[in-house]
């Protein structure tokens, strides 16, 4: 098997490349996105922007959660008000509240004060989709690297909004797999999921693709293993998973 890899390596995707060759895996960086028709791989960890690119060009199969899946979440995940819909709808806005795009960063991930400060329709598609969130800090926040209905590994990447790394709190962990039991059919069996904790209460922050995400201090090889399943040979998808493949965007570029 092959691991694929972008020009531009961030330090996750060095742990990553070095933890496939540790297993035995060949490991290949394109210098640019384009993939030469030579190179053969079955997996890959990349931003979307090359995934769209490589993908398909090699037959791999993207997982990613649904893109209204946090604000389909019952309240008592998420802890606050989250709403799903086209960037025309957030222009209304008349207060501060958190909005990104759902699986990608077309739409900078921030807190906008209303929606006037949001990219113009000049800038993006009216159609957007966007996820629109209340203003929440956390005290703490942990990345959950999920595979077939258990937290694999993860760890500590925040604390009051700045970077912080550090283990995976076992209140995390417990959380994970309690949110696992009530609703692992809406997730795909290989995905990213952030949580926090905030007055005391654990809450979903977002999900993420296992192929695009950072491993800050979670164990690389148990990483490894989410990534791989993340990010397949497209014939390998279980009828389960189907549902959750990611279809590349046709305009992606470098």
């Not at 060095?14 to 993939?35: C, E, I, K, M």
């Not at 946090?70 to 309240?75: C, E, F, G, K």
Request: hydrophobic share 40%.
């Amino acid at each position: 098997m092959t691991l694929v890899l972008p020009p531009r390596l961030t330090t996750s995707a060095q742990a990553l490349r070095d933890a496939a060759r540790r297993r035995g895996l060949s490991t290949v960086q394109l210098p640019t996105y384009a993939v030469p028709a030579d190179v053969r791989a079955q997996h890959l960890h990349a931003g979307p922007g090359f995934a769209d690119i490589a993908a398909p060009a090699l037959n791999i199969a993207l997982l990613q959660a649904p893109e209204d899946w946090l604000a389909r979440l019952p309240r008592e995940y998420t802890g606050r008000e989250i709403s799903f819909g086209p960037i025309r709808e957030a222009y209304r806005l008349r207060r501060p509240a958190f909005i990104k795009s759902p699986n990608d960063k077309q739409i900078p991930a921030m807190i906008y004060t209303d929606g006037s400060r949001l990219p113009g329709p000049d800038a993006v598609d009216p159609h957007t989709p966007v996820l629109i969130s209340d203003v929440v800090e956390f005290a703490a926040e942990y990345r959950l690297y999920l595979l077939n209905g258990t937290v694999h590994t993860g760890s500590q990447y925040a604390q009051h909004g700045r970077l912080s790394l550090g283990p995976l709190h076992k209140d995390a962990a417990a959380f994970g797999a309690e949110l696992l039991a009530e609703c692992r059919d809406t997730l795909p069996s290989a995905i990213v999921v952030d949580v926090g904790t905030a007055d005391g209460d654990w809450s979903v922050i977002e999900a993420n693709a296992a192929w695009a995400s950072g491993v800050y201090t979670a164990d690389p090889q148990r990483a490894l293993d989410v990534v791989l399943q993340a990010a397949g040979p497209a014939e390998a998808v279980t009828p389960r998973d189907h549902r959750f493949l990611r279809v590349p965007n046709p305009f992606a570029r470098e």
